[in-house]
C-alpha cells in the first residue's frame, strides 16, 4: 500500500483470488 490508510477512509480495491483465497489489489483511497 502506497497510502496510509485511516480507519474512515473510504478504499476502492480490486479483487483477484490467489492461493490462500481472495486477495485485494489495486487498493486506493477514494
Known amino acids: 500500500l502506497i ?3 485511516r ?11 490467489g492461493k490462500k483465497g ?3 489489489v489495486n487498493v486506493k483511497v477514494i
Open 3 to 5: 497510502d496510509e490508510i
Open 7 to 17: 480507519e474512515n477512509d473510504k478504499v476502492e480495491y480490486d479483487v483477484e483470488s
Open 22 to 24: 481472495l486477495n485485494a
